[in-house]
Every structure is written in structure tokens, then in C-alpha cells.
């Protein structure tokens, strides 16, 4: 069964740093594309990042742009996400998933990052 | 970038009805392979978000066969035949043609 777990959620200041984890279990983590969407409260989705297998190749929305790097350890299973200069708008529910074929396949329960001051 | 837009915010049915969910994009989702790069998501409280349709018309394993998305170019439909009461849900579209990949604002259904 394909589990995807997030983690490193809370409360932040405006311009301060945050962590994600997701630590994937189920499947051959390594083969898969994965990605972070977020939903902002009682709002609609947003994707966030992309990263290829290797983790050589990521892909960004402009809105988190240079602020937000995502990555893997293919060894541990497990895709990260490094947000930086967080911002009020970043407050959303951050929600790991797999990608295959260009679309979201399986998802995560969610992780909540609330940015106040 | 694409913009995705789901007219209806929210649909009022009852259990055992047909509704359909409709996404129009701002430019045709159609690729060079000649499929549609449009799938459809729902998200129910307490649940992990699922994915239901993929390449416009492709249901995702386990997916039951009363669900049915159609659609071409820019219009895209997700269809739910005898509705259930698990489907009672909000629905969003997502569009991986171009980046930044971008969804749809998302359509409730809820019961009459």
C-alpha cells in the first residue's frame, strides 16, 4: 500500500525558515517522480515543486520561486521541502505526492505551516 | 499560464442522480501525442486527496466505472452517473500541459 507521510509543520514568524519531510513507503520511491501542493485555508490547490527521480532536475510555480527548494534521499525514501523567507500567503495545508504520467496519483494527509507573526 | 476555471463553485444533487463537473481552460490541453494533459481529483474531509481521472478520460485503478471524464481542446467534463453518498465531495481539475501546472478553483457537490 502506497503511504506518503508529511511532517515539519507549525508555526513560523513572517521571513523566518521551515522544513517538510514525507517519508514514502509502498512502493520503489526512486522510480517516481515526486511533488508539494499546498492549499491555503478554505481554498483550492496550488502545486508547489517537482523533482525528477535523480533529484537532478526540480520545477517551481513563481509564487515560491527561489524561496522553496525541494528535494530527495532516494536511500531514506523520503522528499523534502526547504522554505525560506516565508511570507502570511504561505500559510496552506502542504501535501506530499507521488507523480506518474503527468499527474498526482497518490497524496499525503497534509502537513499544516500557519506564517505569523 | 493556463488558466482552469470550474463555473460552478457548488452543485446541489440528490443520492442516485447524474451530474456533471465542467473545467474550461484558457488554451487547449491537447499535446503533440494527441492526449489531453487534464485530470480530475477529489477531496472528501478525513480523506487523502484521490486522484480519479488522468489524459481527460483515463480512470485511475480502483475508480469506479460511475465516473466519466470527457472532453477536448479547452472543455472538459467530469461526469458522476447514480450518484453515491461518498461523492459528495469537492472536485478539482489540473492541468499538467504547461508549466506552472495549475488546478482548477474546485466544485462542491452537495445533497438536495
Known amino acids: 500500500e502506497v503511504q506518503l507521510v508529511e511532517s515539519g509543520g507549525g508555526l513560523v514568524q513572517p521571513g523566518r525558515s521551515l522544513k517538510l519531510s514525507c517519508a514514502a513507503s509502498?512502493?520503489?520511491?526512486?522510480?517516481?517522480?515526486m511533488a508539494w501542493v499546498r492549499q491555503a485555508p478554505k481554498k483550492g490547490l496550488e502545486w508547489v515543486a517537482t523533482?525528477?527521480?535523480?533529484?537532478?532536475?526540480?520545477y517551481y510555480p513563481d509564487s515560491v520561486k527561489g524561496r522553496f527548494t525541494i528535494s530527495r534521499d532516494n536511500a531514506k525514501s523520503s522528499l523534502y521541502l526547504q522554505m525560506n523567507s516565508l511570507k502570511s500567503e504561505d500559510t496552506a495545508t502542504y501535501y506530499c505526492?507521488?507523480?506518474?504520467?503527468?499527474?498526482?496519483?497518490?497524496w499525503g494527509q497534509g502537513v499544516m505551516v500557519t506564517v505569523s507573526s | 499560464q493556463i488558466t482552469l476555471t470550474q463555473q460552478a463553485e457548488s452543485l446541489w444533487i440528490s443520492p442516485g442522480e447524474r451530474v456533471s463537473i465542467t473545467c474550461r481552460a484558457s488554451?487547449?490541453?491537447?499535446?503533440?501525442?494527441?492526449?489531453?494533459?487534464l485530470s480530475w481529483y477529489q477531496q472528501r474531509p478525513g480523506q487523502t486527496t484521490k486522484a480519479l481521472i488522468y489524459?481527460?478520460?483515463v480512470r485511475t485503478d480502483g475508480v469506479p466505472t460511475r465516473f466519466i471524464g470527457s472532453g477536448s481542446g479547452t472543455e472538459f467534463t467530469l461526469s458522476i452517473e447514480h450518484v453515491q453518498p461518498e461523492d459528495f465531495a469537492i472536485y478539482y481539475c489540473?492541468?499538467?500541459?504547461?508549466?506552472?501546472?495549475?488546478f482548477g478553483g474546485g466544485t462542491k457537490l452537495e445533497l438536495k
Open positions: 489524459h481527460a478520460s
Open positions: 509502498g512502493f520503489t520511491f526512486s522510480n517516481y517522480y
Open positions: 505526492a507521488r507523480q506518474a504520467n503527468y499527474y498526482f496519483d497518490y
Open positions: 488554451q487547449s490541453l491537447l499535446y503533440t501525442d494527441g492526449k489531453h494533459y
Open positions: 523533482i525528477s527521480t535523480s533529484g537532478s532536475r526540480t
Open positions: 489540473l492541468q499538467t500541459l504547461k508549466s506552472p501546472w495549475t
